[in-house]
């Protein structure tokens, strides 16, 4: 087990290791996207990677340079530092730019982001936590793009595509919020509200779905085809990539950790059952039994954020039910760590979100009993890491669908369509 880390963003953005064959865009588009992986890389380097003659690699990349997605730099020698710089290929970063949003009960956050995935500049927009109508919600959502399009020193017809990642269920058949914890209706077309006033097209998905793909393309996940992403914040979430893909389900609505049952008639859960995974270890769940342990005196005006931090600054101190309460929500932690183990056996599990900030859900015993709960004698243990990203590595996963898209269109000339 690792403990928690920030992970240094390596040159390049995107899988490093190849996927299902059967997926493979056309020879020009992989060329550009192992490019783009790379950072940098001399035509030597990508004959190699892709196994293709030279020739081919020099009337490909020739062809990527005169349509303005590439163009060489001079690389010094890596080994020696000195001689003659060899050439290398980089991506034209101003080919195109997307913005990637997340949206949450806190705060709103976006990235702004060039053709290399790199982002530009960031803005976060307070909200009140309410539960809103979509004009407003929609408003909030302009107001951001148009905060970093300013920082930027851009206009909107600079932005090729936005992502949306959202705190909710999204049907991908009909491109609708089918239901979101922001929103005081059901079955919304935000997406065809956005564009309708918006120059760009939007890409949206669930908000865990969005930071497995930032792991996949900017993070740890990066150099591996099959891994593991389970959030703990106000909800629990989850995101699967297997063969270096984003796993959804029949009807992109699987994956429900949160909802997976723990116990049978146990806590009541926002979803309106009970013992839900989640009725235990989102933020609500932990609040709830705040309230109970602590002093009602010194807590009955404050916020749940202020809640949680006071209940982890009391167990801290040895004040016991205060400690209970996290050990009990670390143990039932373990239970639903061991089921993603058994469901898909993947080398990786990575936890993170606000509560990453509480030990207690990365601590060794918790590791050690999710181990215990699964079949593992026979085969090598899961590795899980916690990972305290801020909301802006979530809101860069966004931009990955709209940066896939672009590429795809621009690079590929396929259309838009997303991850």
């Not at 195109?96 to 290399?116: E, N, P």
């Amino acid at each position: 087990m690792n403990y928690i880390t920030q992970i240094d963003q390596a040159s390049g953005c995107g899988p490093l290791l190849a996927g299902d064959a059967a997926r493979l865009p056309a020879l020009r588009q992989q060329v550009f996207e192992r490019v783009r992986a790379a950072g940098r890389a001399a035509r030597a380097d990508i004959t190699r990677s892709l196994n293709i003659s030279g020739a081919s690699a020099t009337t490909l990349t020739a062809d990527l340079i005169d349509s303005g997605f590439l163009r060489e730099v001079d690389e010094p020698d890596r080994e020696h530092g000195r001689g003659r710089p060899r050439v290398a290929l980089e991506v034209v970063r101003e080919a195109s730019y997307m913005i990637g949003i997340k949206l949450s009960f806190k705060q709103h956050t976006a990235v702004l982001c060039d053709f290399a995935g790199d982002v530009l500049v960031t803005a976060q927009l307070q909200t009140t936590g309410a539960i809103r109508t979509l004009d407003a919600l929609l408003d909030e959502v302009f107001e951001l793009c148009q905060i970093v399009i300013d920082k930027a020193g851009m206009q909107e017809s600079d932005i090729g595509a936005v992502g949306l990642g959202v705190p909710g269920i999204i049907n991908l058949s009909d491109n609708r919020i089918s239901w979101c914890s922001l929103l005081n209706d059901v079955n919304v077309d935000i997406v065809g509200a956005f564009e309708a006033k918006f120059s760009a097209p939007m890409f949206l998905d669930n908000d865990t779905n969005m930071l497995t793909l930032a792991e996949l393309w900017f993070g740890e996940g990066r150099d591996k085809t099959d891994f593991a992403v389970v959030t703990i914040e106000n909800g629990v979430g989850m995101g699967v990539v297997l063969n270096n893909r984003l796993y959804r389900g029949t009807h992109g609505v699987g994956l429900e950790l949160g909802h997976t049952k723990v116990q049978l008639d146990g806590a009541l859960c926002r979803c309106g059952q009970r013992g839900c995974l989640e009725a235990y270890l989102g933020d609500y769940a932990l609040a709830r039994e705040a309230l109970t342990v602590l002093d009602h005196d010194n807590i009955q005006h404050k916020k749940a954020d202020e809640l949680l931090d006071l209940l982890f600054e009391k167990a801290k101190a040895g004040h016991q039910p205060s400690e209970m309460v996290f050990q009990r929500a670390g143990r039932f932690l373990s239970i639903g760590l061991s089921n993603v183990v058994q469901l898909f056996d993947p080398p990786l599990i990575i936890i993170s979100g606000d509560c990453m900030r509480f030990d207690y859900f990365y601590a060794p015993e918790v590791m050690d009993e999710m181990q215990q709960l699964t079949l593992s004698s026979t085969r090598e243990p899961c590795q899980v890491e916690a990972h305290a990203w801020g909301d802006e590595f979530w809101a860069r996963g966004a931009t990955v669908p709209a940066l896939v898209a672009l590429t795809d269109r621009l690079v590929g000339g396929i259309g838009m369509v997303p991850a």
